[in-house]
């Protein structure tokens, strides 16, 4: 399992709860990508707009549901990333407590011809600085 080296906070809104008081299971996508977006910002130096990068995979793991009134944090980590892919793992916390895991997969492309390319170097240099900062 991957370190969680990220974390932020995520505001539930009144549009993200379903019938039954709880977070509706799609918006816990939403929360992924919140998070996604913010460590791209803040540890990659890019933002998901120009990062030419499309989601290719998501999986979520529900655990318990999230109620209405509920503090979120989603802590994100990376694995090894591939030539053209960024592997990231979540867990979802709803006051403190594990509510979900979920793991996406964004690939790199190529914005004209639409194919997978490799990484940039200085992301992978910032992804590697920002886990040995918050390693123990």
């Given amino acids: 399992m991957t370190e969680y080296t990220y974390a932020v906070d995520v505001d539930v809104r009144l549009r993200d709860i379903d019938f039954m008081g709880h977070v509706n299971n799609a918006v816990y996508a939403t929360y992924l990508e919140q998070a996604r977006a913010a460590f791209?910002?803040?540890?990659?130096?890019?933002?998901?707009?120009?990062a030419d990068t499309v989601l290719a995979n998501l999986e979520i793991d529900y655990r318990r549901p999230i109620d209405a009134d509920e503090s979120v944090t989603v802590a994100l980590g990376v694995p090894e990333p591939g030539t053209s892919s960024l592997p990231m793992e979540y867990e979802v916390r709803a006051d403190g407590e594990r509510a979900a895991t979920a793991r996406t997969v964004q690939v790199i492309v190529d914005r004209e011809t639409g194919r997978s390319r490799e990484m940039p170097p200085e992301w992978r240099d910032r992804i590697r600085a920002h886990r040995e900062r918050r390693s123990p």
């Fill in 40 to 50: 791209f910002e803040d540890v990659i130096g890019e933002s998901l707009v120009t």
